[in-house]
Antibody, heavy 127, light 107 residues
Framework: EVQLVESGGGLVKPGGSLRLSCAAS????????MNWVRQAPGKGLEWVSS????????YYADSVKGRFTISRDNAKNSLYLQMNSLRAEDTAVYYC????????????????????WGQGTLVTVSS | EIVLTQSPATLSLSPGERATLSCRAS??????LAWYQQKPGQAPRLLIY???NRATGIPARFSGSGSGTDFTLTISSLEPEDFAVYYC?????????FGGGTKVEIK
C-alpha cells in the first residue's frame, strides 16, 4: 500500500523557518516526481512545489519562490520542504503528493496529477 | 497563470440525483485537466485525469468531459459518500493551478 506521511509542522513566528518531511513507502520512490500542495484553513488547494525523480527539475509557485526549497533523498524515501521567511499567509495544511501512475513511462515525463496524497501537516505562522 | 473558475460554488442535491459541476479555464488547457474529491478532514483524491479518464478504483458514476476552456464533472446518481468538495486542476502552462472548488451538499 502506498503511504505518504508528513511531519514537521507546527507554530512558528513570522520570519521564522520550518522544515517539513514526507516519508514515502509502498512504491519505488526514486521513480516518481513528488509535490507539495497546501490548503489554507477553510480555503482551496494551492500547488507549492514539484521535484522530478532525480531532482533534476524543480519548480515553485511564485508565492513561495526564493523562500521555500524542495528536496528529496531517494536513499531514505523522503521528500522535504525547507520554508524560510515565513509569513502569515503561509499558514496552511501542507500535503505531500506523489505524481500519479499516469505519467509517460517511455519518456519519464510526469503526469502532474497528484495521486496519492498524504494526510497533511499543519503549519501556523503567527506571533 | 491560468485561472480556473468553478461553478456553482455550492450545489444542493438529494441522493440519487444527477450532479453537474463546471470548470472554466481562462485560456485553453487542451485536455490537461483533472478533478479531485475532498471530504472534511481528509486529503483530496484523484477522480478524473486528462479531462475524461477515471482514475483507478473510481466508480463509473463519475465522468468527466470537455476540452479547451470548458469542462464538466458529472456524477450520474449521487451516493451518500459523494457529498464533498470537488476541485479541478490544470497542468497546461504557467504552473499548476486549482479551481476554487464546488461543494456538493445534501439538500
Amino acid at each position: 500500500e502506498v503511504q505518504l506521511v508528513e511531519s514537521g509542522g507546527g507554530l512558528v513566528k513570522p520570519g521564522g523557518s520550518l522544515r517539513l518531511s514526507c516519508a514515502a513507502s509502498g512504491f519505488t520512490f526514486s521513480s516518481y516526481s513528488m509535490n507539495w500542495v497546501r490548503q489554507a484553513p477553510g480555503k482551496g488547494l494551492e500547488w507549492v512545489s514539484s521535484i522530478s525523480s532525480s531532482s533534476s527539475y524543480i519548480y515553485y509557485a511564485d508565492s513561495v519562490k526564493g523562500r521555500f526549497t524542495i528536496s528529496r533523498d531517494n536513499a531514505k524515501n523522503s521528500l522535504y520542504l525547507q520554508m524560510n521567511s515565513l509569513r502569515a499567509e503561509d499558514t496552511a495544511v501542507y500535503y505531500c503528493a506523489r505524481d500519479s501512475q499516469y505519467y509517460d513511462i517511455l519518456t519519464g515525463t510526469p503526469s502532474n496529477w497528484f495521486d496519492p496524497w498524504g494526510q497533511g501537516t499543519l503549519v501556523t505562522v503567527s506571533s | 497563470e491560468i485561472v480556473l473558475t468553478q461553478s456553482p460554488a455550492t450545489l444542493s442535491l438529494s441522493p440519487g440525483e444527477r450532479a453537474t459541476l463546471s470548470c472554466r479555464a481562462s485560456q485553453s488547457v487542451s485536455s490537461y485537466l483533472a478533478w479531485y474529491q475532498q471530504k472534511p478532514g481528509q486529503a483530496p483524491r484523484l477522480l478524473i485525469y486528462d479531462a475524461s479518464n477515471r482514475a483507478t478504483g473510481i466508480p463509473a458514476r463519475f465522468s468527466g468531459s470537455g476540452s479547451g476552456t470548458d469542462f464538466t464533472l458529472t456524477i450520474s446518481s449521487l451516493e451518500p459518500e459523494d457529498f464533498a468538495v470537488y476541485y479541478c486542476q490544470q497542468r497546461s502552462t504557467g504552473g499548476l493551478t486549482f479551481g476554487g472548488g464546488t461543494k456538493v451538499e445534501i439538500k
